[in-house]
Structure formats: structure tokens, C-alpha cells
């Protein structure tokens, strides 16, 4: 059964999921991380804050593939019963990026999923702390209903996040964590994704 991600209504926030491995492996992240979602009429809200003793950013360009070039935080959001679904990343220094699949599985590369959309309107305020980083995340509702879903009470969506944490400029075997925890790190295995709950 998937986890439930539950939305409160904005401004109010939902309570916060912490980030872990996948299930078949053990222990606990190094840099740990919580989520928790917010939503409204206007679209979905996203708050994070992650722990991150070494803040990796070898691209600071928006509409770039930031798992290639330090940390990023991830968020993919899919209508329950749709083929299509977003990838959309957050920086620590407020970078952001959009990918759309208008199916899944795809025959799209990642860079073709970055290139050929329109979907721009994702906004993103990232903050470095003492322990980290947070981050806002705000998806429009005009980007969610673009290909017919619904937006508001009793829609169903599904959702995961994600995370590549580097340690060093030299961005090997970053840590990779997840809300919810997926039986193994892959973050496309849809059929895992949490289910969104937008509670009244």
C-alpha cells in the first residue's frame, strides 16, 4: 500500500515525512531531510529542509539536468490515472529546473524531457542554514490540469521526492534519499509513489 503524503490547506502545512534509503538497504541517511506539502487553488506547495555539511553546485543555470552537477532535491508529481508526469529540481542556491514525460515508460532521454515542454512556471526560494539548506517549492494548478486532471479536493495524485547528496566536487556516490521509501533507489518506479492526499 503507498504511504500517504498528506497536503494541508495553505498556509497551513502538512506533517513532515523524513527522507530515508530505500527499503532493501539498511541504516539511516548521513544528512537526513523532511518534507511536507501545502496546497490551494493556485497549485501545490513543497517545504524542505535538508541537512548538507558540503553544498555541491557546479551549475548554477536554471533548465539544467543539477543531478549531473551537485545536490539537488526532486520532486515528481503524476496524476494517479495518467500516463504523464513531471521531474522538477531545487537547488541549494535557488536553481530550478522542469522535466515533463507525456508517458511513462518513455522514449524520451531526460535531456529531450527537459527540452521539449513548455512547463516554466515552477517557482523555487532556496536558503542555505547552518545545517543545510530548506527549500520552497511552488507548482502552478495551471501546469497540474494542463492535460485534463483535476485540481482540488477529492483529485487524486501520486508523488515522490528525491535527493542527490554530494560530498565533494568530484561527485561520486552521492547519498541518495526518498519520501516514501521505494524498494530500491530508483526514483521512476511509479507504482511506489506516495499517494497526495489534498485534506480540506
Known sequence: MSLVLEAARYPAYGTPSAMAYSTDRDGSPVEGGTVRFAWDKQGLHLDAVLEDSSLIALNRDDEQLHYESGDVFELFLKPT???H???MYATPF????????????TPLSPQEAL???????????SEITETGWKVRMFVPASQLTALGSGWGDGTEWTVLCGRYNYNSEDLLNPELTMVPALSTTDYHLTDEYGRLVLLP
Request: aromatic residues 18%; proline residues 7%; hydrophobic residues 35%.
Open 115 to 125: 527540452e521539449n515542454h513548455e512547463y516554466r512556471e515552477l517557482n523555487v526560494v
Open 81 to 83: 490515472n495518467a500516463l
Open 85 to 87: 508526469k513531471w521531474e
Open 94 to 105: 535557488g536553481n530550478k529546473s522542469t522535466l515533463f514525460f507525456p508517458t511513462w515508460p
